[in-house]
């Protein structure tokens, strides 16, 4: 699933779209998305976790378009560095991932609950781009929860730094969220701590000590909750040991 205004699950239910009698999960604000086919249905009130406001974070102004010529006709190398981490051209798809071959940027979209574009991250594969510029962010990301979903239901959210970190713990069958840095402001994390009961944060070897400050903050707001490091970045582990740091 791909979204980012969330309350927390009610319900499954049957899906118009498709016909399935029980792959939409339903949530508290209204909204539902369907497992199954991808469908997602817009809530008739408010979310917990939606951004009043949504600003560029990198310009101060309204959230930038991503490049106007985005398909899913991804290049080789996107395909062959994806498919290093266990991710699928399946699954860009299926998270509405796209490419700008203008640009030679991989984008990743978050959406609120009137599909609009609240979120957007590029990740640059041009060559000679130096390491400190691979990404470019669209959006406030310290107001907009982010996040890729199991395919069942979890009370178990998982911060990590970017978004195929992201997509591989949701395949390991907890809640991906990126925080597209290595901190979250405080609002956010209150937010995140009113959905879920356990919150574990695992950030890059080098920023253990940021991810043992926000675990104590966590932990204050009531969390089961933990650091977790590991000498590589969560997207090189297979779902086996994934599951296995979840416990």
Known sequence: MYGVAQSRYTHHGSCENCGSKDNVAWYESGSGYCFGCGWYYR??????????????GNNGGVVRSPPDDCDSSY????????????????DLIKHKVTWSNQRE??????????????????RNFRDGTSHKDRFYTGGAP????????P?????????????ISAMRVSQA????????????????????????DRIFFWLDYDKFKESTKLTRKAGLLGCQTRSL??????????????MEMFV
């Open 75 to 90: 290049p080789d190398k996107v395909i062959e560095w994806v498919g290093k981490y266990g991710v699928t051209v399946a």
């Open 43 to 56: 809530g008739t009130s408010a979310s917990i976790s939606k951004a009043t406001s949504v600003t560029d």
């Open 142 to 149: 310290n107001e907009v929860i982010a996040a890729y979903y």
């Open 151 to 163: 395919e069942q239901i979890s009370d178990t959210a998982v911060i990590v730094e970017d978004c």
């Open 173 to 196: 069958g907890a809640v991906g969220i990126p925080c597209f840095s290595s901190t979250l402001s405080d609002k956010k994390l209150t937010l995140i701590a009113g959905l879920y």
């Open 229 to 242: 490091c590991t000498v590589h970045d969560p997207k090189c582990y297979s779902e086996k040991i994934m």
């Open 105 to 122: 940027q991989l984008i990743f979209r978050f959406f609120g609950e009137g599909q609009d574009l609240v979120l957007w991250q590029a």
